[in-house]
């Protein structure tokens, strides 16, 4: 009876699996031809080593690597060409603004006021192509507010990074646009700095030694048309003094169409400061046909009266009334020296033989009597348009395109000259 119950325990026991002996040897041989020799014996007793193809170490050496070498040894394995160039490659998120969400109205009320504009060193750009062009001309952005992705994938990958990218209502960048319009973007930058911009390679090829000064522009019309016509020109730098409307402003970007990153500009001089942003021996012309000085001036100089040929216009500059007699001598006027002496020329005649600067001045004030000491101290003069008489003044952007085109059109022929005769002046 007991060896019936041990019978029926180890009956009731697991069987163990068998494991056939040949299905061992052919595992081992598949893994064995899954690895790469590293040494090779041949029946002779020679022995060749093989070495390891590129990219590959013995295991004891990659484990015996520190994880920082073995994350700069994969960062040199990657090649330039798959380097991050879409925006999801490189990781961009961006914020979508919910119901309440005050980060827009907030950076527009600070963008839109020049005084906190000037205290934070920010403007607003609005436009694909405004955009783009501050970004090429080396801009720093710090915010982008977008209705559609598109619209932010189009701009440059590299000049995201780091940029606060707010996904809004295009109803909100609509009532905060100027713009007829609006494109569904606009871009906080920083203030920029002329010194730290990069202008276009064709620009700067054609740089002239043209400098153009705005004395007391205000209109944001204006002052953008007067650097649309410097850009086209090649104006080596634009000057604003105190006085001139902001050159930041969206209506004077708006105007501009692109001109603030082709042509250098300084803003906010002071007139003592003026000279220092002159190349040397400079001389500064006035575009002023108004004034009674003027006036005794043309008529000194021309066989008839000056306002037959249009020279002059019968109203006086508001920022040189010293006197309220209408009726003063001229002579006497001249004699007391409230207006510097200064010569009246054509705009045609040749004043471009030194590097010239010109100064533009605003409708309603004309220009400053700080600028007319200037053009004395540095021999320059008065350039005058000539307009048919009864006709109040030109346009002070108008103005300033026939000046600066007029001085590009000397220089070019000057030029000719030059080569033809082969010498240069």
């Not at 080396?138 to 619209?151: D, N, T």
């Not at 203030?191 to 209109?219: A, F, G, S, W």
């Not at 634009?238 to 001109?259: I, N, Y």
């Amino acid at each position: 009876m007991a060896v019936l119950g041990e019978r029926a325990c180890w009956a009731t026991r697991p069987l163990l699996p068998v494991v056939r002996t040949w299905e061992l040897d052919a595992r081992r041989w598949v893994r064995a031809l899954r690895r790469s020799p590293v040494k090779v014996v041949f029946p002779s007793g020679q022995v060749v080593e093989r070495k390891p193809g590129p990219g590959k170490q013995p295991r004891k050496a990659a484990a015996e690597a520190s994880p920082r070498e073995q994350r700069l040894k994969l960062s040199r394995q990657v090649p330039p060409s798959q380097t991050p160039s879409t925006w999801e490659e490189s990781g961009l998120r961006y914020d979508k603004a919910f119901p309440g969400d005050k980060r827009l109205s907030s950076v527009m009320t600070v963008v839109k006021s020049r005084p906190f504009r000037e205290k934070q060193g920010k403007i607003l750009l609005e436009g694909r192509r405004l955009i783009a062009d501050a970004l090429k001309a080396g801009a720093v952005p710090k915010v982008f507010f977008f209705s559609r992705l598109e619209y932010i994938k189009e701009l440059p990958v590299e000049k995201l990074k780091g940029v606060s990218l707010i996904k809004v209502k295009f109803e909100d960048i609509k009532d905060w646009s100027d713009l007829v319009t609006p494109q569904g973007i606009m871009g906080i930058f920083a203030k920029p700095d002329h010194v730290k911009m990069t202008y276009p390679e064709t620009q700067l090829r054609h740089t002239l030694p043209v400098l153009l000064i705005c004395d007391n522009l205000r209109d944001p019309g204006n002052l953008g048309t007067v650097l649309r016509s410097a850009a086209a020109v090649g104006c080596s730098k634009v000057l604003l003094t105190k006085g001139c409307v902001d050159a930041w402003e969206p209506k004077v970007l708006r105007a501009g169409m692109g001109a603030h990153f082709q042509v250098p500009i300084v803003s906010n001089l002071a007139w003592e400061a003026v000279p220092n942003y002159l190349p040397t021996d400079t001389r500064v012309y006035v575009a002023d046909n108004c004034g009674l000085y003027t006036q005794a001036q043309a008529q000194a100089q021309m066989s008839n009266k000056a306002s037959d040929y249009g020279w002059v216009c019968d109203r006086r500059p508001l920022k040189f009334h010293k006197y309220e007699e209408e009726e003063e001598n001229l002579e006497s006027a001249a004699s007391k020296g409230w207006l510097p002496e200064l010569e009246v020329q054509s705009y045609d005649s040749d004043w471009t033989e030194a590097p010239a600067a010109v100064v533009i001045g605003g409708e309603t004030s004309g220009v400053s009597l700080e600028s007319l000491q200037l053009a004395e101290s540095t021999g320059g003069g008065r350039l005058l348009i000539p307009i048919v008489p009864g006709v109040d003044s030109l346009n002070s952007a108008m103005a300033a395109s026939i000046l600066l085109f007029e001085g590009k059109r000397q220089l070019r022929v000057r030029v000719q000259h030059s080569s033809r005769d082969g010498s240069y002046h």
